[in-house]
């Protein structure tokens, strides 16, 4: 009897236990509370101190921060277009996630993925709130914060061998508050050339997920597992500083591009020229310049009545796209009166370039760039030319480390690092975005001049107006960094009809160059002195080769 009584005992618990197991699952997830009361809706102003405190976490944001404003227009516009927008989103999202489950297809045994229906449902997201930060850069940030209690209809069915398996998402709330940063603005449709999106706290999601005609999210430990992975998982991807970037514009359209080097030119000499005057002479000099730049052309000096001139004359020019840019070279006869003849031209493309190493080139002049002109079978001549290309040093290369009193970088252990100082040549990139508030006694006809190392440059003139925007960028190649120097900028008013005041001077301002040396770059709005109210909006970086 021992025996058996152990083995029935035995048998029982075996049972017992998945079956309590499996009853008390089904019981929790089926069974009907019967003690839920329809929610009773109250003025606010018969809620009591502690109703109030339960309910402030769902006050819109509006409310509780003066810096967000409403926006019951967008939530309205956002209702009215729900059903065209969830169409379109999940239509998006069908297309996306295809090609991601066929990866899954026959491997573990699966034979197929896909969506039995695919809905966001009827109840729009809702902006509590947006608040929009003003910044120097050029760059538009708001936050809205985003609640989203919606009913959508996933179904995502799961062919596992013979099996069917079926999991519903259903009842989902997300709460968030993304930042979103549409930069840069540029003068194309639709005027930013990107969208940037990073959350600046962890999100509030849940859901439900039916599977075997039960909520598995109502299981507590199973629910919190997948909710501390979900935000982990969210936190580690868009989490600020960590961001998700979608690209509207290609960087060839509206943006401006960046330069990302200095192109070393060395004029040395030429040989044969045509001969171009009446005495069997030419006055030859050289243009020179790189295609897509806007600069003005470099020239080098005139050689009077020479055939073989020699120059030895260095020039710095501004690289964008090495892989793209060509040097172009154009020897003309100088004339005293009328058009200077061209004598010969000849393109070095910048790809065939090594960084910091010097190529020596002879070419041969020819009349222009089309292969199938029979003219440029005439001998014009030799051009020999000595070419470097020396790209920019990163700025978190140049400037990872403390600095020393002679402003080179030293190591942990106090000593000075082999780095090239920071005193070395480079190039200064003033942009001048616009001023606010200039305002003549006379006239308001406002442009700007920029004066530095003996060096002036002028921007555009803009008619009638106190707030100027030239967004124009100026160029100073230096050969060593501008320490203890200053840079001088003035706005000009100058009229248009007659005046007896042709022009007026509305302001001006001195920056020291000393931040821009050591940390790169500013981006800064200036009182204008000898102004009432005026400002001017001046960015200034500073880039090393």
Partial sequence: MGFVGTLLGIIGFAIGIPAGLLLGFFLFIYAEPADVKDPIVRPLDEFDTSSLLDILPEIPLWVKHPDYDRTDW???????????????????IRST????????????????????SLSL???????????????????????????????????????????????????????????????PLVPTFPCFGSIVVSLMEKPHVDFGLNFLGGDIMAIPSLYQYIQDTIRRRVASLYLWPQNFEIQILSGSVGTMKKPVGILQVKVVRALN????????????????????????????????????????EDFKLTVKEPQCQVLQLHVYDWEKVGAHD????????????????????????????NPNDPQNKKSRGKLEVELTFKPFREDNERFSGPLNRNGIKINTVGKASEDVPIHRAGLLLVLLQ????????????????????????????????RDPCWNEEFQFVLEQAPLKEKIHIEVMSKRTGFCLH???????????????????????????????????HVEIRWRVI
């Fill in 97 to 116: 996630t295809e090609p991601m489950f066929a990866k899954y297809t026959d491997t573990f045994q699966i034979k197929s993925v896909e969506f039995k």
């Fill in 502 to 536: 042709r022009k007026e001077l509305l302001g001006h301002v001195d920056i020291n160059l000393d931040d821009v040396v050591y940390n790169g770059r500013i981006n800064e709005k200036y009182n204008l002195i000898n102004s009432r109210n005026g400002v001017i």
């Fill in 74 to 92: 967008l939530n309205r516009m956002i209702s009215y277009m729900w059903p065209y927008l969830n169409k379109a989103i999940s239509g998006i």
């Fill in 121 to 183: 449902g009827t109840l729009p997201p809702t902006f509590h709130g947006i608040k929009v930060h003003e910044t120097n850069e050029n760059e538009l940030v708001f936050e809205p914060a985003v609640r989203w209690a919606g009913n959508p209809n996933v179904t995502l069915v799961f062919q596992l061998l013979s099996l069917e398996i079926t999991l519903q998402l259903v009842d989902i709330q997300i709460f968030a508050a993304p930042r979103v940063v549409l930069k």
């Fill in 273 to 312: 020229l045509l001969k171009m005057d009446l005495l069997g002479t030419s006055d030859p000099y050289v243009k020179l310049s790189l295609s897509g730049d806007r600069l003005p052309s470099k020239k080098t000096s005139i050689k009077m009545k020479n055939l073989n001139p020699e120059w030895n």
């Fill in 342 to 369: 061209k004598l010969g031209m000849q393109v070095v493309p910048l790809r065939l370039l090594s960084p910091h190493q010097t190529k020596g080139l002879t070419l041969n002049l020819v009349k222009n760039m």
């Fill in 434 to 465: 616009g001023a606010e508030d200039v305002e003549g006694k006379h006239h308001s006809n406002p442009y700007a001049l920029v004066t530095f190392g003996g060096e002036q440059k002028k921007t555009k003139l803009i008619k009638k107006t």
